[in-house]
């Protein structure tokens, strides 16, 4: 079975990992600062929890490709491009960093509020693929987590 943010196990794998990120972390597989990638990964929980109004970045027809690739237990590569909307620097529109300890508990209260969501939750769209089922968005977040926690050797 596919690892989720909703199994409790894989949850506290990922926290467990984001335990060991700090401002001075290094990424080894990316241009991403630790803070960049704590906004970075914070975005995808903002849209999916209705909390972010996105606007969708890809072409309708476009998006079931996108999703296949996305969610294939493929492990990602490292470089891809990503998607304006949750690109971060100046040319993206990502959430920017301020604060590295205030962004990280933003994210870990996001991570927490999205791992305990019920079971009847109607998720907002992912703001490249749209509008997932609940073990899609499950699959999604754990997989989107671990790859830039690998970027940093975590």
């Not at 990120?21 to 990964?41: D, R, W």
């Not at 996305?70 to 971060?88: A, H, I, R, V």
């Amino acid at each position: 079975m596919k690892n989720s943010i909703f199994n409790a196990k894989d949850y506290q794998n990922l926290v467990e990992r984001l335990n060991k990120l700090t401002s001075n972390s290094k990424n080894v597989h990316g241009i991403m600062s630790a803070n960049q990638m704590v906004c970075h990964i914070t975005d995808p929980f903002l849209d999916l929890l209705k909390m972010r109004e996105t606007k969708p970045a890809l072409p309708f027809f476009l998006r079931p490709l996108f999703k296949g690739f996305l969610l294939s237990e493929k492990p990602w590569k490292f470089g891809l491009k990503t998607l304006k909307l949750y690109k971060q620097g100046d040319d993206g529109k990502g959430t920017k960093p301020t604060n590295f300890d205030a962004d990280k508990k933003k994210l870990f209260e996001l991570a927490e509020k999205f791992h305990k969501l019920p079971a009847t939750f109607e998720f907002g769209p992912h703001g490249g693929i749209g509008k997932l089922n609940r073990e899609e968005n499950g699959f999604l977040m754990w997989k989107h987590t671990d790859h830039h926690l690998k970027t940093f050797d975590l």
